[in-house]
């Protein structure tokens, strides 16, 4: 027979092996009445650099693996190919009529080290995503700087491995950086630069 202690033991190494995270995601973007952008342009190509920079809570900066940037890249790329704006949208166009350049950067915040560290559960984790495109012409002069952002909250507890399929902090992030695009693409548009 099972005695108490031996259940309660399994319960415990059960929970703590199923914990499970999620990412919500908040903050204000412009309104998308329209995408794509509608309206005749001469279609330009656009040759697109994504830089990305983490910042710790206790202000140590870190570079992203290059797996992440290649992720996070294709999100962006998605944006701009689905404008409909750009004759050719590539990382690597060499003469591009127009070049975006990129920068993200993940500045973790409140709960990160004690999360980190502590792996005492449940457990938040909130950090600020900023997305700083700068748009030059061909002769490297600058048409514009946007700058948008996003507050990511991802919640560490043994019952959310239900919920880590559908809202997993990968996922989260590339569709934050998604959505920074489309608004910088549009801001972009009414301000001329596209």
């Given at each position: ?23 919500f995601r908040s ?20 040759s697109l650099l ?7 809570a206790w202000g ?135």
């Open positions: 027979m099972v005695s108490k202690r031996m259940i309660t033991l399994l319960l415990v190494l059960v929970t703590s092996a199923s914990v499970g995270c999620t990412t903050g204000r973007l412009p309104p998308m009445s329209e995408w794509p952008p509608a309206g005749a342009v001469p279609k330009k190509s656009i994504l830089t990305g920079e983490m910042k710790e140590q900066r870190l570079s992203f693996s290059p797996r992440v940037l290649r992720t996070w890249r294709a999100h962006v790329l998605e944006a701009y190919q689905e404008s409909g704006l750009f004759s050719q949208v590539d990382a690597a166009v060499e003469n591009a009529d127009l070049r975006a350049e990129a920068r993200v950067e993940k500045r973790k915040r409140e709960g990160w080290p004690f999360c980190a560290y502590s792996l005492v559960l449940p457990c938040i984790g909130i950090a600020e995503l900023t997305l700083s495109t700068t748009v030059r012409n061909r002769d490297g002069d600058t048409l514009g700087v946007f700058t948008y952002g996003q507050t990511l909250t991802t919640w560490w507890e043994p019952l959310l491995i239900l919920t880590m399929p559908f809202a997993y902090p990968g996922v989260v992030e590339g569709r934050a950086l998604y959505d920074l695009s489309r608004a910088t693409i549009v801001e972009a548009r009414q301000h001329g630069a596209f």
